[in-house]
């Protein structure tokens, strides 16, 4: 077909032949030319050499690209091949690096990341609540952000931000789970450098020491009897077994056994190594005291059978409530105000750490101590560490029962019959 400058009436005038495509060249640039389908749907294109052979690139519909955008469209492409670049390439790789950034959002890698890493390899729990920091903080501050576009600049921003929101040890929180998030892309290699490398926290925690006293000891036996089960109980069990709060809060009936002894699954421990502890007497006691709600769960600590005991704060309030109200009984027998009676706050991990140095103050070496903690001593290490499988458990009950012993004694006569 002989061309002709191409003009918006032109194009709009020009009709569809019945049985075959046409294509209509434009005088006005060589090359460039307009698609008519049998339909009647219209498009252009452009022709142009590369490598002494003829190519064809479509640049678009009509009238998405009207006559203007795709003439300065057509114009690039040939100026493109005149400078030895085929613009045919050059539109796949722009359509792939775009794939490749759609990709490599924060918010698609966190994705992956939690997907592919945190989900089959974290604890169940802390999965949950790092996908819940990642969600909440980073992916809803870079979320359609490259990832490998975030600079060390905007890493000490999100840190700042989060500091004076006063956020506090929090921010520490997020930074954990966004450090570990950019060195999976790092090991993946969807990023080449670590925004966070050298990084520190935000928030200097001053590792916690506190240890109760025993007067301390025995308002908080006496209040959780007052509190009651599941709760009371749990706190109990929690100051003379020296285990977790969750691995104490999860306790099920399959996992003690008739000997006293209860076995801590591995998918239950922090450090994801089975425990066996062995349960002193005022425990078996106690557990035998518990009631057996039937359910599905088999927890020792509910009060449906479905579900374990939580609501932790709101419990641990009432607790201190009542410690208060204990220690200001006893302040009006002995004829003093009762009003001016104060508590020192505590958390419910400080029982364990009343519980270790009481241990150690009963005069048993820190390899049994940390063998009832669950964890891998200090004190035997190289090849001993790796080939010892002697699990302390004599030693570990001997503890246990002293500590319970002094525990029972600090109480007074009012509570021995756990004893």
Not at 14 to 42: H, M, T, W
Not at 75 to 95: H, K, N, T, Y
Not at 392 to 419: N, P
């Amino acid at each position: 077909m002989v061309a002709k400058v191409l003009t918006m009436q032109s194009v709009e005038r020009l009709k569809p032949l019945a049985a075959r495509r046409v294509e209509i060249p434009d005088a006005a640039l060589p090359g460039f030319y307009l698609v008519i389908q049998p339909s009647g749907a219209k498009s252009w294109a452009v022709r142009y050499r590369f490598g002494g052979k003829t190519r064809k690139l479509t640049i678009g519909p009509y009238p998405l690209f009207d006559l203007s955008a795709a003439r300065t469209a057509a114009r690039e492409a040939l100026q493109m091949a005149a400078r030895g670049q085929d613009p045919i390439l050059e539109r796949r790789a722009s359509v792939e690096a775009a794939l490749a950034a759609e990709r490599d959002t924060v918010q698609a890698v966190a994705e992956q990341y939690v997907e592919r890493q945190l989900k089959p390899n974290a604890k169940p729990r802390y999965a949950v609540e790092a996908e819940a920091l990642l969600r909440n903080h980073v992916v809803a501050r870079w979320g359609d952000r490259r990832i490998g576009e975030i600079t060390r600049r905007d890493a000490i921003a999100l840190m700042d931000g989060l500091t004076d929101a006063g956020m506090g040890v929090g921010a520490n929180r997020v930074f954990a789970a966004a450090r570990a998030l950019f060195n999976w892309a790092l090991s993946r290699e969807i990023i080449e450098t670590m925004p966070f490398l050298r990084l520190k926290p935000p928030i200097a925690e001053i590792t916690r020491d506190r240890v109760l006293t025993d007067a301390e000891l025995r308002l908080v036996w006496l209040a959780a009897e007052r509190v009651g089960y599941p709760f009371g109980t749990m706190v109990q069990l929690l100051l003379l077994t020296a285990q977790r709060r969750d691995e104490v809060a999860r306790m099920t009936w399959a996992e003690l056994d008739d000997d006293g002894l209860w076995l801590i699954p591995a998918a239950r421990t922090k450090n994801s190594r089975e425990h066996l502890v062995p349960l002193p007497s005022p425990v078996r006691a106690i557990l035998d005291a518990a009631p057996r709600i039937t359910g599905r769960s088999g927890f020792v600590l509910t009060t449906d059978g479905e579900t374990a005991s939580s609501n932790f704060a709101k419990n641990k309030t009432k607790l201190d409530n009542a410690m208060l109200a204990l220690a200001r009984e006893a302040a009006a027998e002995a004829g003093a105000d009762p009003s001016k009676v104060e508590l020192q706050p505590w958390r419910l991990h400080d029982l364990r750490r009343t519980a270790t140095t009481g241990m150690a103050r009963l005069g048993f070496p820190v390899h049994v101590t940390e063998a009832v903690l669950n964890h891998r001593s200090g004190t035997i290490s190289g090849v001993a560490a790796i080939y010892n499988r002697y699990a302390y458990l004599d030693e570990k009950r001997t503890a246990l029962e002293a500590w319970s012993v002094r525990v029972i004694t600090i109480i007074g006569e009012g509570v021995a019959h756990h004893g």
